[in-house]
């Protein structure tokens, strides 16, 4: 099952090296979910929900501005 890939049986090292993506591959969206799921698990579920409105708050905010940016720029 794809849970004993996170299971303990594994060394620290390789576990984040797979779930946060093999060589860069989808890095950004790997962290956020493996930092998420840990805020989750250790019981942290408000810092978990926090965590999961603010970066697509700020990932939002900051795509406007950068459509606003390039709109001004190219006016």
């Known amino acids: 099952p794809a849970h004993a890939l996170c299971g303990p049986a594994l060394p620290v090292a390789f576990r984040l090296g797979l779930m946060t993506g093999v060589l860069g591959g989808f890095t950004p969206l790997s962290a956020f979910s493996l930092e998420t799921l840990e805020l989750w698990q250790n019981g942290n579920a408000g810092a978990a929900a926090l965590n999961i409105a ?22």
């Open 54 to 75: 603010l970066n697509l708050l700020l990932s939002l905010a900051a795509c406007a501005l950068g459509l606003w940016l390039a709109r001004v720029a190219t006016a």
